[in-house]
């Protein structure tokens, strides 16, 4: 008993002694004392995340920027740490990084069993095809009969399988040790068609000799959801890193821009002034100053913004919103509003 | 601090009303003026990078060969069903010349002729009474009239100005790109205009 009851004191002892432990040692107290973020990115991803001119840039990158913005007041205290597909959940699971935006699909095994959380879907990826223009193709219930080209060893193979199975087409699938191989197999006509991920796509099209000659079909028929991950461990932080990314895509929707910042801070309509933090205080509830998503949108623009620049209409990839317009101008995109 | 506040109110307030006036050309928008008599082929059509004519994603619960124009992202939409579009770049209006509404179709025209309303001769002194269509045409190859207005989806002799705000709220697509959309869109379709929310 005497022993017992020692123990459980010592327990005591130790639970008042690891609480503040664990609060000063937060993700966000964390990253408050060094003063920066640490953001897990690809190695290079053009569009994504990419080195010019020795500075990153990308759609991933300003995300992390956003986040700095919002947590730091600036969105140049970020350390961007590039990672290869091998190594991204280890570096964020041994605390290397704070946050990884790195074109990861949300599934439920990394969540499940590697102890990390996906904090938002920022970009909708999905399988797709390139055609011919010349061929006038629209849609890839078309192919039938035709032959496809694809990587061997990849998802995308047994998604392709499986789609024209279901759509009782009869389509011959070409297999190609590597992207360059399946690329050059498109471009010598081995194939009417080639398949990988949407994003992919419009990358490999940049390759061609001729982009303009090959179309991209609007069909997506896998599902890839690509966001920022965090530990499980921190949820504090997890939400902050999601109502980052929630921020960005209602700036969207409420017309929050780059452009109309000053004029969000006059506006009548309480949405608008929620989210610039001018009324609600919000911010305080995510511990951060009230004014962390107008820092935000500030930084890196609203989603729209963040989206054209770095892969739609302001990229050479010139990806079309699709799946990842807002859900009220014909896409899935959407957000829980802050309030 | 009250007075620099006010004072930066007030010319804020300047800056806005010279906009909406069009006065002060905003500072992303290329100074490019009408061209009359410059030539461009019935044949142009964007065929490079994200204005080039193509089929979107586009959930829409809009009938078949309604059109739906996207003033701030430059492009213009005909609703194909099937969670499909058919989208085109286009050129818009200047700042201040953007507008937003619901519209029909009420008459198509090939190589339409050009008659600058009055408000556009007042702005622009140097511009043409009346120009005759053909290839030199700003009013290009094809023309859809919209509703009782003085705006239209029309082509354009100047078609590397597709993806910018520079008209004065016509909505302008490449010669071979509008002519595609003549073929598809009938008298009598829907056009919604949509100028993206304001705060």
Redesign the interface.
């Known amino acids: 008993m005497v022993w017992r009851k020692s123990l459980a004191a010592l327990s005591l002892a130790l639970a008042g002694l690891t609480v503040p432990v664990l609060a000063q040692t937060g993700t966000l107290e964390q990253v408050r004392q060094r003063g920066s973020l640490q953001c897990g990115v690809s190695t290079g991803l053009y569009g994504f995340s990419i080195q010019q001119d020795g500075k990153w840039a990308g759609f991933d990158v300003d995300f992390c920027r956003a986040v700095a913005a919002a947590v730091l007041g600036s969105p140049d205290r970020v350390s961007f740490v590039p990672l290869s597909a091998a190594e991204r959940f280890e570096a964020l699971k041994s605390g290397k990084i704070d946050i990884l935006s790195r074109n990861s699909t949300w599934t439920l095994q990394r969540e499940a069993e590697l102890g990390l959380v996906f904090a938002a879907v920022l970009f909708h990826d999905g399988q797709g095809f390139m055609v011919r223009r010349s061929a006038n193709i629209t849609s890839a219930l078309e192919l039938g009969g035709k032959k496809v080209c694809v990587q061997a060893g990849t998802t995308s193979q047994n998604v392709a399988r499986d789609y024209f199975a279901a759509n009782a087409m009869q389509v011959e699938i070409k297999v190609f040790p590597d992207a360059p191989a399946t690329l050059a197999g498109f471009a010598k006509g081995e194939c009417e068609a080639m398949t990988t991920d949407n994003s992919g796509l419009f990358a490999e099209r940049l390759k061609l000799e001729k982009p303009g000659d090959a179309v991209i079909l609007p069909d997506i028929i896998s599902k890839e959801p690509l966001g920022p991950v965090t530990r499980a461990d921190d949820m504090r932080w997890h939400m902050v890193v999601k109502w980052v990314a929630f921020a960005l895509i209602n700036a969207e929707e409420l017309g929050v821009s780059t452009k109309t910042l000053a004029a969000a801070a006059q506006s009548g309509k309480p949405d608008v002034r929620r989210l610039i933090g001018v009324e609600g205080g919000f911010g305080k509830m995510l511990g951060l100053q009230d004014d962390w998503a107008r820092r935000a949108i500030e930084a890196v623009g609203n989603y729209a913004e963040l989206y054209e620049r770095n892969v739609g209409t302001g990229s050479r990839l010139g990806i079309p919103r699709g799946l990842n317009q807002l859900w009220s101008e014909g896409g899935i995109l959407h957000a829980p509003p802050v309030r | 601090m009250r007075k620099p506040l006010l004072l930066a109110f007030l010319a ?1 307030l300047a800056a806005s009303t010279a906009f909406a006036q069009g006065r002060t050309p905003p500072p992303e928008t290329m100074d490019i003026g009408d061209e009359p008599g410059r030539v461009s082929t019935p044949e142009t059509v964007i ?6 004519r ?7 619960s809009e009938p078949p060969n309604t059109v ?1 124009i ?1 003033t ?3 492009f213009l ?1 005909v609703v194909m069903g ?4 058919l ?1 085109y770049g286009i050129g818009v209006g200047r700042e201040g010349f953007q507008w937003a509404g619901l519209q029909k179709v009420t008459r198509k025209a090939e190589w339409p002729d050009w008659t600058p309303p009055p408000e556009m001769i007042q702005r622009q002194p140097y511009l043409p009474r009346f120009m005759a269509g053909g290839p030199g045409n700003p009013m290009g190859a094809r023309a859809l009239y919209l509703g009782s207005t003085v705006y239209r989806i029309h082509g354009t002799n100047q078609p590397e100005t597709i ?1 910018q705000a520079i008209s004065s709220g016509c909505f302008r697509l490449a010669n071979g790109d509008v002519i595609d959309l003549f073929e598809r869109v009938p008298v009598g379709a829907k056009v919604i205009i ?1 100028h ?4």
């Open positions: 804020g065929e490079d990078g994200p204005f080039a193509q089929m979107v994603f586009f959930r829409s739906v996207h701030s992202e430059r939409y099937g969670n499909r579009a989208r993806g949509r993206g929310p304001q705060v």
